[in-house]
């Protein structure tokens, strides 16, 4: 999911990351009604985001990472000074030994959108 902000208003809008855009489901999902399945491919995802800046120009913590499964409700936190590439991947490493990313939703923060992050994402 790509989704953007201001002060004139948020937006989102979703990336189907599948070569045919679709997961498949199974017998029971396929006699869900479509807003249960909607709300099934959000529940899927795992959510990364960044909330800052913290402190000042000195301050070692100026932003705060955090990645949440929407499945399990965990969140995962990482703090840093930088908005950068090293952090997102630090983060996702951290949790990738026990947690399985398949759906990302995300800002479009240039660190997340480097080609580095996709390769380690994609695994």
Not at 23 to 50: G, M, R, V
Not at 78 to 99: A, P, R, Y
Request: aromatic share 8%.
């Amino acid at each position: 999911m790509y989704t953007d902000a201001s002060l004139e208003g948020i937006g989102a809008i979703l990336k189907q990351t599948k070569p045919n855009g679709r997961e498949k489901l199974n017998e029971a999902q396929k006699k869900k009604k479509t807003i249960y399945l909607e709300c099934l491919a959000i529940k899927e995802a795992t959510l990364l985001d960044t909330i800052g800046s913290f402190g000042g120009s000195r301050s070692t913590i100026r932003y705060l990472h955090l990645l949440v499964d929407h499945f399990t409700r965990y969140a995962f936190i990482l703090t840093s000074k930088t908005q950068t590439v090293g952090d997102f991947v630090k983060l996702v490493m951290n949790i990738s030994e026990t947690k399985r990313i398949d759906k990302l939703l995300t800002d479009e923060y240039p660190g997340i959108n480097s080609k580095e992050f996709k390769k380690i994402i994609k695994g």
